[in-house]
C-alpha cells in the first residue's frame, strides 16, 4: 500500500473535483423569456408559473415563492399562528436561518438533541422540551436525511403542537413514498446556491393547507391582496408584514433547476449507494441511518469518525493531505447553542438589553451533548451530482487508503 500522502507518499486525489457551472441554456432561455415579457415583478407572471410547477411536482396544493429560505421559514411559522411567547422546538445544528425565523415573530428558540444514529431531531429530546407554550416542531431533514416522521407526526398527534419542515436542504428526498415538504402542516425551502435547486437566493414556502397558504401569501407581500379584488388605495393591511417577493428572473431560474432536479437526486444516490456499499465495511467509521421509509435527497453525508486512536484531528489530517473533500462541520455556527446570539440573548445590534419576550428564557449550552459530539467527530463525505466517477472511485480509494494505515484494513 502507498504510503500516506501526509507523511510524503502520493496523494489519492491529486486533481480537483469536476464542478462545471450548473446554469446552462434552459436558464437562459427562461431569463430571456421573462426579459422579453418585461415583467420583472412578481407575484403573478413567471413566479406564478414557477409556484405551479413546483405543487405539481412535489404534489403539494400550494407553493409561495418567497426571497430566501429563511424567509420561507418566517413566512410559514407566521401563518401556522406562531406568536410572541410561543415555544418552537428545533436542534441546535441547522443554518441559523431556521433560528432568526423563530426570532423574528418573538417566539422563543427552544433546542432538542440529536438522534446520534440518524443525526437528526431524536423525536424523544423534542418530547422532552414540549411545555403548555409550545407551538411548533421545526423538523430539519438536515444534509437532505428524511426526519423520523412518524414518531414527529404522533408527537403532534398527542400534542397538538404542529410539525414545520426545513426543507432547506432536501428537495426531493422522500417518506414513505411522499416528497419531503408535504408531509408536516407546511414546509420552507431554501434556494441559495447550494442547494439541489438554486436561484443564487430564494426559497418557497409549501402546504397543503388553504388557510396557511392564504396566509403566507398576505405575508409574504405586506398583506397587500392582488386577486384584482381590492382597489387601489383601499388595501386593507390586515396585520404587520414584510416584502418576501421574489423576481420573475428568480423564477426563471427555479424553474429550469426544478427540471434538473430528479436528475440531481438520482445521481447523488449513485454516489451515496456508493459509500455505503464500499465503506459500510470501515470500522470506526459511522454512515448516518436512513429512517425506515426515507430516501434521502442526498447531500455531503455526515458520517462519524467513532475511533479513539488514532486522534479524530489525526484522521482529518490524513484525509486533508490525500485531496479529499471531507468536511468536519455541519452549519457554519457548528452547535447554535454556542453563538453568541443565543449565549448572550443579545437580540439588536446595538443595545445589549434583551427584549421582554426573552427574558425569561435559560439556555444550558451542553443540553444537546449529541450535537456537540457528532461535530467533534464528523467526516462529511464529498456528494455532488457533478462530480464524475472518478472523484467518487479517488475518494473512496483514500479513504480506504488511511483506514489501511490506521487500522490495517484492506
Ligand atoms: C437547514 C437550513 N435551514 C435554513 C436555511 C436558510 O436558508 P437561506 O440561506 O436561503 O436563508 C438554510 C440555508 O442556508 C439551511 O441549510
Redesign the pocket.
Known amino acids: 500500500m502507498d504510503e500516506l500522502a501526509i507523511n510524503g507518499g502520493p496523494m489519492a486525489k491529486p486533481t480537483p473535483y469536476a464542478r462545471p457551472n450548473r446554469y446552462g441554456e434552459e436558464e437562459l432561455a427562461l431569463l430571456r423569456e421573462v426579459i422579453e415579457s418585461g415583467r420583472l415583478m412578481g407575484p403573478g407572471g413567471m413566479v406564478a408559473r414557477f409556484e405551479q410547477e413546483v405543487a405539481e411536482a412535489f404534489g403539494a396544493r400550494h407553493v409561495v415563492m418567497v426571497t430566501?429560505?429563511?424567509?420561507a421559514?418566517h413566512t410559514a411559522l407566521a401563518a401556522l399562528g406562531v406568536s410572541e411567547g410561543h415555544e418552537v422546538i428545533t436542534t441546535p445544528v441547522?443554518?441559523i436561518?431556521?433560528v432568526a425565523a423563530i426570532l423574528a415573530l418573538h417566539a422563543i428558540p427552544v433546542f432538542a438533541d440529536l438522534d446520534p444514529d440518524t443525526t437528526l431531531i431524536s423525536p424523544q429530546s423534542a418530547r422532552e422540551r414540549i411545555t403548555e407554550r409550545t407551538r411548533v416542531v421545526i423538523a430539519?431533514h438536515?444534509a437532505g436525511l428524511p426526519c423520523p416522521m412518524d414518531e414527529l407526526l404522533t408527537l403532534g398527534e398527542e400534542t397538538g403542537v404542529l410539525i414545520l419542515e426545513?426543507c432547506?436542504?432536501a428537495h426531493g428526498g422522500t417518506w414513505q413514498g411522499r416528497k419531503l415538504g408535504t408531509i408536516g402542516h407546511a414546509a420552507g425551502f431554501?434556494?441559495?446556491e447550494?442547494k439541489q435547486m438554486s436561484t443564487g437566493?430564494g426559497?418557497f414556502v409549501m402546504t397543503d393547507d388553504d388557510e396557511t397558504a392564504r396566509i403566507a401569501t398576505l405575508f409574504h407581500d405586506k398583506t397587500y391582496v392582488r386577486d384584482g379584488s381590492i382597489g387601489y388605495g383601499d388595501q386593507p393591511i390586515p396585520f404587520f408584514a414584510l416584502n418576501y417577493r421574489p423576481t420573475c428572473l428568480q423564477a426563471a431560474v427555479g424553474l429550469a433547476q426544478l427540471h434538473k432536479l430528479d436528475g440531481l437526486v438520482a445521481r447523488r444516490d449513485e454516489i451515496a449507494r456508493r459509500y455505503y456499499a464500499e465503506l459500510g465495511d470501515l470500522p470506526h467509521l459511522k454512515l448516518p441511518r436512513i429512517v425506515d421509509g426515507g430516501q434521502p435527497s442526498w447531500w455531503p453525508i455526515p458520517a462519524r469518525y467513532t475511533g479513539e486512536e488514532p486522534a479524530y484531528e489525526e484522521i482529518t489530517r490524513a484525509l486533508g493531505a490525500e485531496g479529499l473533500s471531507v468536511g468536519t462541520r455541519m452549519g457554519p455556527a457548528g452547535n447554535i447553542l454556542r453563538t453568541e446570539l443565543i449565549r448572550t440573548k443579545r437580540y439588536y445590534p446595538l443595545t445589549d438589553e434583551v427584549p421582554a419576550f426573552w427574558r425569561e428564557a435559560a439556555y444550558d449550552p451542553d443540553s444537546c451533548p449529541n450535537a456537540d459530539a457528532l461535530q467533534a467527530s464528523l467526516l462529511r463525505l464529498p456528494v455532488d451530482q457533478r462530480y464524475t466517477d472518478e472523484d467518487i472511485e479517488q475518494t473512496i480509494a483514500g479513504i480506504r487508503k488511511v483506514w489501511g494505515h490506521y487500522f490495517g484494513t484492506t
Do not use: F, I, K, R
Not at 430566501?68 to 424567509?71: E, L, P
Open positions: 430566501s429560505g429563511t424567509a421559514l441547522t443554518d436561518g431556521t430539519v438536515m426545513d432547506a436542504q431554501s434556494m441559495n447550494s437566493d426559497g
